[in-house]
């Protein structure tokens, strides 16, 4: 007798990630109640299954769905708004200011709205927020079905969302509090940086996480000049003031790592950290390009993340795979250094095992949250197609994703985005765009 379930998806091909560099071909996955209950040969199907719904991938690559480790989705609002510009003139004269004036729950719900439905519509099936407001980017993503880890952000200053380290605390906890229950939502603390965030703050942050079993998440060594304020106020670099502040574990989720020597290296590796990997953002500041091979080389879990929209300018983690491959080929002078699989594994089990959450999503496999991206690779640009690892990382991009599911649930179905009106959101960010820099003509 077979067994009744929801979906059967039959792809020419499936990379599931997890066992590594395996590539399997005309194979089908069987989804139950979100579930990921069976991996087996297109040609067995029906001896073990009885569908309600089967979804043909004739000409497709099926993955996992994407994981971006580090992003702030409300700040598609204010994409292109100052580029060309080095990260503190960038965050000081412009993104702060822009902020101060702007920054509400409305601005946050809908920033984080237009974020998810192009992060969704290019695989991405969750993502590591870290912004104000997190009770809006929450509401956001459930309204989409998009499964994300909501940053509980902390700051030393006020803005319009709270007036001191010990309010943003409160009202994150808050939000923690009232979501808890939300299978699609993870939370994590983020203090924001260490020149943002004083040692009692950090301590703090470190004890919630502790008490609460989240992970920590922040910005780490992105700049020189980051590491230069640091030596001149603490008298030593940020990474090794986190050390003595206990902050080093496996639950440290550090976004950028681009400034770190073979000592600090060794020590994120020793301690379990996870770095954030930001290629087209740390290219775009001009931050640097980070230590991704010798990363990798001493075992240190990375993932990827675009950042946010105003300095990227894209949500886009195929991006993301292509440049953190090449980088690391160019900077290392290895060709071997950081292939198509390894990218692969960054932007879906790395992410998903910085997060605590490589036992539900980042790997399709049985017993898993069915979180999954089909790409349909039948295109002159595409072909002909040797080894569909490498065709995903070096020549697919985000326009050839044609359906995205999270928790079984279709979200992108042939390339169109469900559960919202595409038309509606390119007008919501038009009215935002003309409050944060009205047309003169």
Sequence with gaps: MTQAIDLLIEARWIIPVDPANKVLENHAVAVNKGRIVAILQQSEIFQHFSPREIKPLPHHILIPGLVNLHTHAAMTLLRGLADDLPLMEWLQD????????????????????LACAEMLRGGTTCFNDMYFYPRATAKAALTLGMRAAIGLITLDFPTAYASDADDYFAKGMAVRDEYIDQALLSFCLAPHAPYTVNDRNFIKALTFAEQCDLPLHLHLHETTSELQDSLQQFGVRPLERLRRLGLLSPGLIAAHGVHLNAEEIALLAQHGCSIAHCPSSNLKLASGIAPITALVEKGVNVGLGTDGAASNNRLDMFQEMRLAALLAKGSSGKAQAIGAHQALHMATLGGAKALGLD??????????????????????????????????????????VSDVWVA???????????????????????????????RTV
Aim: proline share 4%; hydrophobic share 45%; charged share 15%.
């Design 359 to 400: 036992s539900e999503i980042g790997s399709i496999s049985v017993g898993k949250s069915a979180d999954l991206c089909a790409l349909n690779i039948n295109d002159i640009a595409l072909s002909p197609c040797y080894d569909p690892a490498s065709l995903l990382v070096y020549s697919a991009g985000r326009e050839f």
């Design 408 to 438: 079984g649930k279709n979200r992108v179905a042939d390339g169109q985005l469900l559960g919202v009106h595409e038309i509606e959101l390119i007008h919501l960010a038009s009215l935002w765009q003309n409050l944060v820099c009205p």
């Design 94 to 113: 412009h993104i702060w200011p822009a902020e101060a004036k702007h920054v509400s729950e409305a601005f946050v719900h809908d920033g984080s709205l």
